[in-house]
């Protein structure tokens, strides 16, 4: 058994022959991967995606891209239909597969479509947080309608990629918590952004791919929400979280990838190579015994170089191969 098919059992919830670790199973595609399509977050360096928004690339950021700040194009969420949404036949996608999918071994590799800005992130790209946030306290009619045009959106998103890259698993990007908590309580979540996320689950399920939800932030008290959605996996789960105890209670039913202290000293941009690999260890031994766990984390590296910032990752995907390869000695 290889990499990949390590990966892909734990995503169909049965016990692998290694703990796998994203880095040497995945290749990542779509919003997960610089630039990805820009009409999710414009080109990178800065620039205009689909929906008129005007993102920047600061480096403080690594080169993460961010809507251009106090540039919001919707100020009353009541008007929202008057937001240009992305004509995707329109788009090439047969530019953006070849520069992605360059030289991808699919045998070796699962692919993970990273589809960005999900109902919440997409609704803050255009009002910024506070009003987004404002938005759904005094307008939830208006903002469920908003929100079931950005999944109708996202589904023809998903039948794309279906054709373009037939990728194993489709990520939603929607961030809604902070290293706290949610953003919003878990009643508000259930009644406003729930409905959508499952809608997505569904069609992507029904597409082929694997279900997966990206959310940073401690997001534990929704972990059922996201299984009922439909979500096979839960990535970029931090530390913040219980990340054992949920894996104790719900492997066989939402694989975790993450564990990593991004927010931590080992994520920072001046961590040490033995503060990397000293992390890495960590995980693998608190959760790498669950069969529910891929390891996945990220370091922080102050620059838009990708050269540089995947050389700044090196430590960590170095430790965490080691470690995998170990864990199916050990088994």
């Known amino acids: 058994m290889n990499f990949k098919e390590d990966f892909e059992r734990v995503l169909n919830h049965q016990r692998p022959d290694r703990t796998p670790t994203y880095f040497s199973s995945v290749h990542n595609a779509g919003f997960g991967r610089m630039p990805g399509p820009t009409f999710d977050r414009g080109p990178l360096g800065g620039g205009y995606d689909g929906f008129g928004v005007r993102w920047v690339s600061p480096a403080s950021g690594a080169g993460a891209q961010i809507p251009a700040p106090g540039e919001f194009l919707l100020k009353d969420i009541t008007k929202w239909k008057e937001i240009t949404i992305p004509n995707l ?14 030289d991808v071994n699919r045998d070796e ?4 479509f990273g589809s960005g800005n999900g109902v919440f992130e997409r ?10 946030l404002l938005a759904m306290a005094e ?3 208006a903002c469920n309608d908003f929100f079931t045009a950005i999944t109708d959106f996202k589904i023809k998103v998903a039948e794309k990629v279906v054709e ?7 990520t939603n990007y929607d961030d809604i918590a902070t ?5 919003i309580s878990p009643g508000t979540y259930r009644s406003l952004i729930k409905p959508h996320h499952k809608r997505l689950c569904q069609a992507v399920a029904n597409l ?47 694989a975790i990838l993450g564990g990593y202290n991004t927010n931590g000293r080992p994520g920072m941009a001046d961590a040490s190579e033995e503060d990397v690999r000293s992390e890495v260890r960590r995980c693998f031994e608190e959760y790498g015994k669950y069969k529910g766990y891929v390891f996945f984390g990220v370091k922080l590296a102050n620059t838009l170089n990708i050269d540089e910032w995947v050389a700044a990752l090196m430590p960590m995907i170095d430790e965490s191969v080691k470690c995998s390869i170990e864990s199916g000695t050990k088994a």
């Open 89 to 102: 036949d329109a788009f090439d996608w047969e530019s953006c597969v070849a520069m992605e999918m360059k």
């Open 109 to 112: 590799l699962a692919i993970d």
């Open 123 to 132: 609704l803050a790209t255009l009002m910024g947080f506070e009003e987004a």
């Open 139 to 141: 307008e939830p009619e």
């Open 164 to 170: 373009y890259y037939d990728p194993f698993c489709f």
């Open 179 to 183: 290293e706290r908590d949610l953003f």
């Open 208 to 254: 082929g791919m694997k279900p997966v939800y990206h959310c940073c932030g401690r997001a534990e008290s929704i972990v059922e929400d996201m299984i009922d959605c439909g979500y096979e996996a839960w990535t970029s789960v931090q530390p913040t979280n219980d990340i054992a105890s949920i894996l104790e209670k719900y492997s066989d039913r939402l």
